[in-house]
């Protein structure tokens, strides 16, 4: 084995530690900025889970503290509420109750679960980078129309 060309012990020099800390800590300050600005364009990005999330917690925290009465007695004001309200304007309670419902569950179950074969047969599925590109489906939309 050859020695080095260079004799490295000679080239030591002490580390200045404070400036290493320095330089360190204004790295993961950085860091984290980037951290925290990125959660938050997440976030307005996706400003509507944001009920949702809020709701679960709280139906949680309910439950935790006083048990699942609280929740049956508001499922049951809900239900009367939804019964009243279909009771006297069916129009708009089919308009904003059932045809929400109706996309939800076509875009869930309907949709969603055939997009990637549909959209292969349609020749849109390309093959990139060792993995396939699909179409993302942005939004379903029922207008069906009432009989009787």
């Not at 020749?123 to 980078?129: A, I, N, S, T």
């Given at each position: 084995m050859r020695a080095p060309l260079v004799n490295f012990r000679r080239l030591q020099v002490a580390t200045p530690w404070p400036l290493v800390w320095t330089v360190t800590i204004a790295f993961l300050l950085a860091r984290l900025t980037v951290a925290v600005v990125r959660f938050a364009v997440w976030g307005l990005r996706h400003w509507?889970?944001?009920?949702?999330?809020?709701?679960?917690?709280?139906?949680?925290?309910?439950?935790?503290?006083?048990?699942?009465?609280?929740?049956?007695?508001v499922l049951l004001v809900l239900t009367a509420a939804g019964g009243v309200w279909f009771w006297r304007g069916r129009d708009s309670f089919?308009?904003?109750?059932?045809?929400?419902?109706?996309?939800?569950?076509?875009?869930l179950w309907v949709y969603r679960r055939q997009w990637h074969e549909a959209m292969t047969l349609c020749?849109?599925?390309?093959?990139?980078?060792g993995g396939e590109k699909v179409p993302d489906l942005l939004s379903v939309r029922c207008s069906l129309l009432r009989h009787g």
């Open positions: 509507r889970a944001w009920p949702a999330v809020v709701l679960v917690l709280v139906a949680v925290d309910v439950y935790q503290s006083r048990g699942w009465w609280p929740h049956l007695l089919h308009r904003l109750v059932v045809l929400r419902a109706v996309t939800v569950w076509r875009r020749g849109l599925v390309k093959k990139y980078d």
